[in-house]
């Protein structure tokens, strides 16, 4: 295969990577959301009926019903970078000197992420059940702001305690409902919200480390092969020193399942580094993100809700930030050691 095929190939699967993750992260206005229901739009009319409803049927499958999915999708990809790096990756790093502590930091960061993957999936969320909801009702306030008292679930059929929603997708209400994350098939909320935080950050570490690892030995084996002192004849006869992107060709070539694991593990730890990080924003200022995307949008009280500008511009009173911050520290508090219903009941 020649380097452009492979390239295209590379950017390809790059590109359906990051149109994938913007449709299971369920915000409807990402430009890829847009993106993509434009294409759907385009090429809508030379797809045949059956194609179309088949897709719709898929899609619905996979997001809007509990499914697996994710989860095998998850597992794959993560063997298929673990058998590229214990197959390939260790070798050169061995011959390179790189320590054997330095190269079993990713197997023990494998088996921690494993583990609190698997809380992630099997924890209850904190499911708001006829048995509980009397005590799952006096742990948070209502704030007749975003929760108002009073109001039921039409499909559960009891009062909704302060922060819950109902999950579409697990048909139930959730205590301090995050999101429903697709990737392990579960709601987060209040009772699984910091094992959540502690997956992805392992997952970051995981991605990070061996994209560390991975590059440093490509690094070694570029200065090793002298590539950049090499120079070439071109065309018209004359010695031209040896750029980058020759030496970036020359590793695509030399290691093409290498660089195309760099360059997932690359784009996999930016994009969860950075929704690590909006989530532990939101765990410091005691904001779940079903709330920080409603009081987005909030319109005032106080404001006539027919008039055009009824939505407030910030006052004191209208802030929609740290609204409910009580301190970083108990606002962590909370996330690990999330109130019980129980114990809410002997105050
Ligand atoms: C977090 O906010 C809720 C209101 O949504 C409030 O009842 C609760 O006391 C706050 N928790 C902390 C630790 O500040
Ligand atoms: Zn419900
Ligand atoms: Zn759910």
Redesign the pocket.
Known sequence: MDFLTLFALYVGLVLTCIVLVCRYSGRQQTPFNVLFNSVLKVVAPITPKWLQRFSQWALHRLFHQRNNMFIYLHILLEFAVYAEFTGEVFGFCREMDTTLTSLSVPYILLAIKTFFFYLCIKRDPGTVTKKKVAGQLH???Y?RR??HPGVSCPTCQFVKP??SKHCRVCNRCVQRFDHHCVWVNNCIGAQNTRYFLLYLFTVCAMAGDIALLTADMLLHAVLRSGLLRASYIDENGEQQPAGPLFVAQHLFLAFPRIVFMLGFLVFVFFLLAGYALFHSYLALV??TSN?WYKSRGLVCQHCHPNTADHLCSPAPNHSNRH?????LL??L??IFFPPQPAQKKDN
Do not use: K
Request: charged residues 30%.
């Open positions: 742990i948070y306030q704030d975003l929760f302060a922060r005691n904001q709330e609204y409910y911050s009580r301190g108990r606002n508090g909370e």
